[in-house]
């Protein structure tokens, strides 16, 4: 059985399959803690570039990981790396589901500003249009996703669960197309 330190390890190694092994017997307390440079075991994660479904295995195996601020000195919760390292757009959609008060939070960048993720991510040309998008949506909307999907959780019935996933995505996409629209509009 591998030491919880291990996965730190493996996560600054980019050892994807050692760090799968290494879930699978993590606590998952753990992975609220930080070591490297003050980091959690996310936002390491984040910066690293791992694949998504690493990430994800992270939030999954412990959600409350993403309230956790980092202890680097610029207090960054994962959602404001995500802003400033670039992430997938699935990544941020399941970070600001658990955690949509941290798009409030200003933390301190590299650059030494306080920013707020949405802020950040103005700043990160590498991000996608979309994935800057996400920043730009109010936390009531993250708030009531979350709370939509909770629901479809306990729905006994996998294809209504799978229905009110595909509406919930659908409804992000009329959103997140609105807030376009609305942004490219007051450009002009």
Not at 79 to 94: F, L
Request: hydrophobic letters at 35%.
């Amino acid at each position: 059985m591998p030491s919880s330190l291990s996965l730190y390890t493996h996560l600054l190694e980019s050892n994807i399959a050692a760090i799968k092994n290494d879930l699978d017997s993590v606590d998952a307390s753990f992975l609220c803690e930080t070591f490297y440079r003050g980091l959690t075991s996310l936002s390491i994660a984040i910066i690293k570039g791992m694949p998504d479904d690493i990430v994800l295995l992270l939030l999954t195996k412990s959600p409350y990981s993403a309230h956790i601020k980092n202890r680097d000195g610029t207090h960054t919760y994962p959602i404001h790396v995500c802003a400033e390292y670039g992430s997938s757009t699935t990544v941020i959609r399941e970070l600001l589901r658990e955690f949509p008060q941290a798009l409030n939070i200003k933390a301190i960048t590299r650059s030494g500003m306080y920013m707020s993720p949405l802020e950040i991510s103005r700043e990160n040309e590498s991000l996608s249009a979309s994935a800057k998008e996400m920043f730009r949506l109010p936390v009531s909307y993250w708030s009531a996703t979350k709370n939509s999907s909770e629901s479809a959780q306990g729905v006994e019935n996998s294809t209504k669960s799978s229905s009110a996933n595909n509406a919930n995505r659908n409804e992000e996409d009329d959103l997140l197309r609105e807030v376009s629209c609305r942004s490219s509009r007051s450009r002009f």
